[in-house]
């Protein structure tokens, strides 16, 4: 599989799914589009990927791109039927790609925290042989508020009603991150907007409050990304 990965900030790639790519043999292609990258035809790609990033969808005019990521998604998923994975950022970019809305979120998570499948998340393909409840890492402070015409719910938290969500047969976007390693908080708290959010949410030791709850859910965050990974193939080869 040739897989095509939408990045917004260098920090923000596939983490620990990388592993399994490569275990696989499977190839990720990036582009940058905070960087001023072009994307690319869709032809020759296999699957969408779009990972998060620090910016809102709805800032299209300090960051101009976005229109067209939004276009470029839509075409990948509802024309083309492509296997797709949005990730935070990416989450909300396929909601509104399809033309559902996102906003602030009314109250922001930053943390480890858990989030509850719904009945079509425990009883789907994407998140079969994961707990019904379980913790994850949570950055975040917008949030889909209204998905789109078609899309099913397939989590939730008490923060943030659609925290996953199912869009035709093979397009799965998830508010949080699976995809967590061991340098994941340092990467992404050396970024001040990052950094910010999370000291407004953990206090001034923030950095290294969360590193020592991820820590601790290390083990778990591991086994549920990497059977999510392997739902998610699965998934993308079901027509």
């Known amino acids: 599989m040739r897989i095509l ?3 917004h900030e260098r920090v923000e790639h596939p983490g620990r799914f990388r592993r399994f790519l490569k275990e696989d043999g499977h190839e990720w292609v990036s582009v940058h589009l905070n960087e001023g990258d ?24 300090k960051y101009p791109w976005l229109r067209e990521e939004k276009k470029f998604i839509q075409e990948a998923v509802a024309k083309r039927g492509m296997p797709f994975l949005g990730l935070c ?22 943390g480890v925290l858990e989030v509850k499948l719904t009945e079509e998340g425990a009883t789907g393909i994407i998140f079969d042989g994961l707990p019904e409840t379980f913790y994850c890492l949570q950055w975040h402070s917008a949030e889909v508020k209204e998905m789109p015409v078609g899309a099913e719910s397939m989590a939730t938290s008490a923060d943030c ?8 047969p093979r397009a799965y ?6 995809e967590v390693e061991e340098e994941t908080i340092d990467d992404w708290a050396a970024l001040p907007v990052y950094s910010k959010a999370l000291c407004s949410a953990l206090g001034s030791h923030g950095v290294s409050t969360l590193k020592a709850e991820c820590e601790d859910k290390m083990n778990s965050f591991s086994q549920n990304a990497e059977r999510f990974y392997i739902n998610w193939l699965h998934a993308s080869a079901t027509t």
């Open 5 to 7: 990965v939408l990045q």
């Open 38 to 61: 072009s994307l690319p035809s869709l032809d020759g790609f296999h699957a969408l990927w779009v990972m998060g990033g620090p910016m809102d969808v709805w800032e299209e005019d």
């Open 161 to 168: 009603v659609f925290q996953a969500m199912s869009w035709g």
């Open 89 to 110: 950022l990416g989450h909300q970019l396929l909601a509104e790609a399809l033309g559902g809305q996102c906003g602030p979120s009314d109250n922001p998570e930053v």
């Open 173 to 178: 976007s998830m508010q949080f991150h699976l």
